[in-house]
T-cell receptor
Framework: DTEVTQTPKHLVMGMTNKKSLKCEQH?????MYWYKQKAKKPPELMFV???????INESVPSRFSPECPNSSLLNLHLHALQPEDSALYLC??????????FGSGTRLTVV | GDSVTQMEGPVTLSEEAFLTINCTYT??????LFWYVQYPGEGLQLLLKATKADDKGSNKGFEATYRKETTSFHLEKGSVQVSDSAVYFCALRNNAGNMLTFGGGTRLMVKP
């Protein structure tokens, strides 16, 4: 298995909703990443987990809450989002100093 | 800090034309360099990479050579196809960590 799987592919949520994005990999990668990508822009790093511990938080608002329950799974919990948070959310994984493998993303729309 | 600059798009070519997408970088030390491709509605796929000066990365007919003297990593393909239409991102990874710094992306449109 050489893929990073993200679910759901599309998500529409209201500003008062709570939802979660899920990311899974079975490549034995111990680093996992969340990126946010707005239209016609490059991905922006949000969080990095290394060996299931949060190692980097790029000053992301607390309405985004990451979680890494085990070495294969990464979640992003969403609460009280704003319309400007609408974007493509990409998950990636890698070996410690290896190439990042990206999932196909969750396209989030906040209404 | 590290930065990557790509030519602005869109780049519009006819099928079988020659492609060049310019990429230059600023970084301390000796970064690794990457090209990622993003097809419509999808995530990023690693297209090719080079880890040291004068290395040439190649994949699917695309090539790029790591030029330290000009701090460049230009992407080339001899004959593009309609299926190559996508957004191409140049990126670097500084050896101090495993973080990627992306360029702004270049949209390529290939017409039949």
């Amino acid at each position: 298995d050489t893929e990073v799987t993200q679910t759901p592919k599309h998500l529409v949520m209201g500003m008062t909703n709570k939802k979660s994005l899920k990311c899974e990999q079975h490549m034995g990668h111990r680093a996992m990443y969340w990126y946010k990508q707005k239209a016609k822009k490059p991905p922006e790093l949000m969080f990095v987990y290394s060996y299931e511990k949060l190692s980097i938080n790029e000053s992301v608002p607390s309405r985004f809450s990451p979680e890494c329950p085990n070495s294969s799974l990464l979640n992003l919990h969403l609460h009280a989002l704003q319309p400007e948070d609408s974007a493509l959310y990409l998950c990636a994984s890698s070996l410690a100093q290896g190439d990042l493998i990206f999932g196909s993303g969750t396209r989030l729309t906040v209404v | 800090g590290d930065s990557v600059t790509q030519m602005e798009g869109p780049v519009t070519l006819s099928e079988e034309a020659f492609l060049t997408i310019n990429c230059t970088y600023t970084a301390t030390g000796y970064p690794s360099l990457f090209w990622y491709v993003q097809y419509p509605g999808e995530g990023l796929q690693l297209l090719l990479k080079a880890t040291k000066a004068d290395d040439k990365g190649s994949n699917k007919g695309f090539e790029a050579t790591y030029r330290k003297e000009t701090t460049s990593f230009h992407l080339e393909k001899g004959s593009v196809q309609v299926s190559d239409s996508a957004v191409y991102f140049c990126a670097l990874r500084n050896n101090a960590g495993n973080m990627l710094t992306f360029g702004g992306g270049t949209r390529l449109m290939v017409k039949p």
